[in-house]
């Protein structure tokens, strides 16, 4: 099993540019996240999925689009980035339930650069 | 909504002593409490957790305590080794809404030689 993945590793973005970043999980998870890294902030949830087709805001929406078309795919648009937008991004998918499913598996992250 | 504070920022030990990096939370209703590792270029990977019902849990040289009334939370590393340097994180969840994480704002670990 590959776990998640995630495409592209690195990107450079001018200011206006759009983009997609490619989640996917071969782990039949129901549940997917996409999260953003900063220096000195942690991890703060984007968007996040709890099945095919459904989609909700997490903590920083502003800005993002996100899809989730088939259940073990997750994307991330930016429309028209920002160098706000500067960040690695984290995807994250999760079996759904409690007990002892609650842990989340990450992928590699992808470095994005807006100019 | 949750707020989780993590202290402190870095860390610095020698080989072979302890670490403790601890963790607050705001939402009483959270009841899951993870910590997570993440090295250099990689994504963070689950090393233990907790859950509202245990006090603590131990894996090997790694424990993590939970104080639900001080709504606190630490990580104890014994008998550190170079390996273990890395930055950690804890997070919150409470139950429902799709198993959403808070982080804190994450640990460096440096274990000196």
């Known amino acids: 099993n590959a776990g998640v993945t995630q495409t592209p590793k690195f990107r450079v973005l001018k200011t206006g540019q759009s983009m997609t970043l490619l989640c996917a999980q071969d782990?039949?998870?129901?549940?997917m996240y996409w999260y953003r890294q900063d220096p000195g902030m942690g991890l703060r949830l984007i968007h996040y999925?709890?099945?095919?087709?459904?989609?909700a805001k997490g903590e920083v929406p502003d800005g993002y689009n996100v899809s989730r078309l088939k259940k073990q795919n997750f994307l991330l648009g930016l429309e028209s980035a920002a160098p706000s937008q500067t960040s690695v991004y984290f995807c994250?998918?999760?079996?759904?339930?409690?007990?002892?499913?609650?842990?989340?598996?990450f992928g590699p992250g992808t470095r994005l650069t807006v100019l | 909504g949750e707020n989780v504070e993590q202290h402190p920022s870095t860390l610095s030990v020698q080989e072979g002593d302890s670490a403790v990096i601890k963790c607050t939370y705001s939402?009483?209703?959270?009841?899951?409490f993870p910590w997570y590792k993440q090295e250099l270029g990689k994504g963070p990977q689950l090393i233990i957790d907790i859950r509202s019902n245990v006090g603590e849990k131990k894996d090997q040289r790694i424990a993590v305590t939970l104080n639900k009334t001080a709504k606190h939370f630490s990580l104890h590393i014994t008998e550190t080794q170079p390996e273990d340097s890395a930055v950690y994180f804890c997070?919150?969840?409470?139950?429902?809404?799709?198993?959403?994480?808070?982080f804190g704002t994450g640990t460096q670990l440096k274990v000196e030689l």
């Open positions: 997070a919150a969840s409470r139950p429902g809404g799709g198993n959403k994480l808070t």
């Open positions: 939402d009483s209703a959270s009841n899951y």
């Open positions: 782990m039949n998870h129901e549940y």
């Open positions: 999925s709890v099945g095919e087709g459904t989609t």
């Open positions: 994250a998918s999760n079996f759904r339930g409690g007990g002892a499913d609650n842990e989340q598996f």
